[in-house]
């Protein structure tokens, strides 16, 4: 049974920090690309950061870019996202997502059910 299990969300106020987790089960961890995502109440879910399989290749937002740090510890099949000096307009629920391009052409996606993240004073 696939899970992604994400953890770490909360309450913080303007100019803090929170690290997010993501663990996986059910399918082979290290040969997925993974990904952060949000959405925000009104808005589209959009991409926070993604890192390759072997984390060779690492993407953020521009919104994000210098902030949040996105890695991965294959070893415990755990993706992380480390955000510093949070903005208001960071409050979202988080997912993770991972994805896999198959050898035979097609892409193998998996999400977790999101951890909220409320930036406030």
């Known amino acids: 049974q696939v899970q992604l299990v994400e953890s770490g969300g909360g309450l913080v106020q303007p100019g803090g920090s929170l690290r997010l987790s993501c663990t996986a089960s059910?399918?082979?961890?290290?040969?997925?690309?993974m990904s952060w995502y949000r959405q925000a109440p009104g808005k589209e879910r959009e991409s926070v950061a993604t890192?390759?399989?072997?984390?060779?290749?690492?993407n953020y937002a521009d919104s994000v870019k210098g902030r949040f740090t996105i890695s991965r510890d294959n070893a415990f099949n755990t993706v992380f996202l480390q955000m510093n000096s949070l903005k208001s307009e960071d409050t979202a629920l988080y997912y993770c997502?991972?994805?896999?391009?198959?050898?035979?052409?097609?892409?193998?996606?998996?999400w977790g059910q999101g951890t909220q993240v409320t930036v406030s004073s």
């Open positions: 890192i390759s399989s072997a984390a060779t290749s690492i």
């Open positions: 997502k991972a994805d896999w391009k198959t050898p035979w052409g097609t892409t193998r996606v998996y």
């Open positions: 059910g399918f082979t961890f290290s040969a997925y690309g």
